[in-house]
Nanobody, 124 residues
Framework: QVQLVESGGGLVQAGGSLRLSCAAS????????VGWFRQAPGKEREFVAS????????NYADSVSGRFTISRDNAKNTVYLQMNSLKPEDTAVYYC?????????????????WGQGTQVTVSS
């Protein structure tokens, strides 16, 4: 089992920045790919970014590419999502998810473990 806990969400003005953290405990986290997803009210959960277990490969949704950066520190069992140039449409609950494997999945169904989510609100 892997337990994931997100933090770092909050209220920010458009154009601002936030850094989300996903802290893991349980099994060896460094063996897991990690993804960030988000879900806005009335919408389906959508892929944001993912990173493989070494941090050498990353995927981004087109909507956040160039603004968001995913990274990980396996020594701290933590994955980060640096979010810059935030827009009101980035407002959502952000979730991190873990999957034991060598890939960098983009589909929520491919992840085994999920955190509880952290709210990000961007005001215009």
């Amino acid at each position: 089992q892997v337990q994931l806990v997100e933090s770092g969400g909050g209220l920010v003005q458009a154009g601002g920045s936030l850094r989300l953290s996903c802290a893991a405990s349980g099994r060896t986290f460094s063996n897991y790919a990690v993804g960030w997803f988000r879900q806005a009210p009335g919408k389906e959960r959508e892929f944001v970014a993912s990173i493989n277990w070494t941090g050498s490969r990353k995927n981004y949704a087109d909507s956040v590419s160039g603004r968001f950066t995913i990274s990980r520190d396996n020594a701290k069992n933590t994955v980060y999502l640096q979010m810059n140039s935030l827009k009101p449409e980035d407002t959502a609950v952000y979730y991190c998810a873990g999957q034991g494997g060598v890939g960098i999945p983009v589909r929520a169904s491919e992840y085994n473990y999920w955190g509880q989510g952290t709210q990000v609100t961007v005001s215009s």
